[in-house]
């Protein structure tokens, strides 16, 4: 009797286990992403030749149709360091709601994105908190003034049989 019951507990908690669904967000590491990028020495911002704060419009909401007025999408932000030779300091990256208000700071302190690297982050489908206005604001620098990152939002969502999926473009505010 007590080895069908430790055969029944070990199914039940291979089937919960089964049925969570991984964080979009955490690497092979099992790190947060942008956590795992994170450098604890400071930057000299007088070496800094590039500093930009960019806007990127997110939408954790959309209206679609009529019949169901809105649905709730996914987010992706995506930060591109287009630079074969230089590293991207970033220092912010803060999510905002519809009526402006903080939502949540990503890192702790500074990342450095080298050379042609990408790193991205989830806002999830189910994630409302922004609203169909919400917005990241991105700050960052590099050592020299001739670097052009490329940060975009890509929105993806469903309703019903139809699905759909747009970009939007990183604006600076500076």
């Given at each position: 009797?007590?080895?069908?019951?430790?055969?029944?507990?070990?199914?039940?908690?291979?089937?919960?286990?089964?049925?969570?669904?991984?964080?979009?967000?955490?690497?092979?590491?099992?790190?947060d992403?942008?956590?795992?990028?994170?450098?604890?020495?400071t930057?000299?911002?007088?070496e800094m030749?590039y500093?930009?704060?960019?806007?990127?419009?997110?939408?954790?909401d959309?209206?679609?149709?009529?019949?169901?007025?809105?649905?709730?999408?996914?987010?992706?932000?995506?930060?591109r360091?287009t630079?074969f030779?230089?590293?991207l300091?970033?220092?912010?990256?803060?999510?905002y709601?519809?009526?402006g208000?903080?939502?949540r700071?990503?890192?702790?302190n500074?990342i450095?994105?080298?050379?042609m690297a990408?790193?991205?982050?989830?806002?999830e489908?189910?994630?409302?908190?922004?609203?169909p206005?919400?917005?990241?604001i991105?700050?960052?620098s590099?050592?020299k003034?001739?670097v052009?990152?490329?940060?975009q939002?890509?929105?993806?969502?469903?309703?019903?049989n139809k699905?759909?999926?747009f970009?939007?473009?990183?604006?600076?505010?500076?």
């Amino acid at each position: 009797m007590r080895h069908i019951s430790i055969i029944s507990l070990t199914i039940l908690l291979s089937l919960i286990y089964a049925c969570t669904i991984p964080d979009p967000n955490i690497n092979n590491q099992g790190q947060d992403e942008l956590k795992s990028l994170e450098i604890t020495t400071t930057i000299d911002k007088s070496e800094m030749k590039y500093q930009d704060i960019i806007y990127v419009p997110i939408y954790s909401d959309i209206y679609v149709d009529e019949v169901n007025q809105s649905t709730l999408i996914s987010a992706t932000l995506s930060i591109r360091n287009t630079s074969f030779s230089d590293s991207l300091f970033i220092s912010n990256i803060s999510y905002y709601n519809t009526e402006g208000e903080l939502v949540r700071n990503y890192i702790d302190n500074s990342i450095i994105l080298p050379p042609m690297a990408t790193v991205n982050y989830v806002i999830e489908r189910e994630d409302d908190t922004g609203g169909p206005g919400a917005n990241f604001i991105v700050s960052l620098s590099a050592k020299k003034s001739n670097v052009k990152p490329l940060i975009q939002a890509i929105m993806i969502g469903k309703t019903g049989n139809k699905a759909f999926a747009f970009d939007t473009d990183g604006y600076s505010v500076l």
